[in-house]
């Protein structure tokens, strides 16, 4: 999984857990989530605690919507 792919994942879909992307591209979890956080570190991707679901959601940034777009057209 690239950086890219993440991106462009999260792009697809409004709100995801860390488990939803272990999922989606067959990663552990441990995995899954050290990549979001990565994101969350460089404000691509913002997170937020679900206190009713005990779990951290992601979103992608407009910070992270525009490093998906050029990325895209290094392509």
Known sequence: MTK???LSYLAEVE???ATE???KFDLSY????MALLRLTRQSL???YLDT???CFWYRLTERGSERLDYLE???
């Open 4 to 6: 890219g792919e993440l």
């Open 15 to 17: 709100n995801v857990t």
């Open 21 to 23: 992307v272990a999922d």
């Open 30 to 33: 441990f995995t899954a989530g």
């Open 45 to 47: 991707v913002e997170r």
């Open 52 to 54: 009713s679901r005990n």
């Open 73 to 75: 057209s290094k392509t």
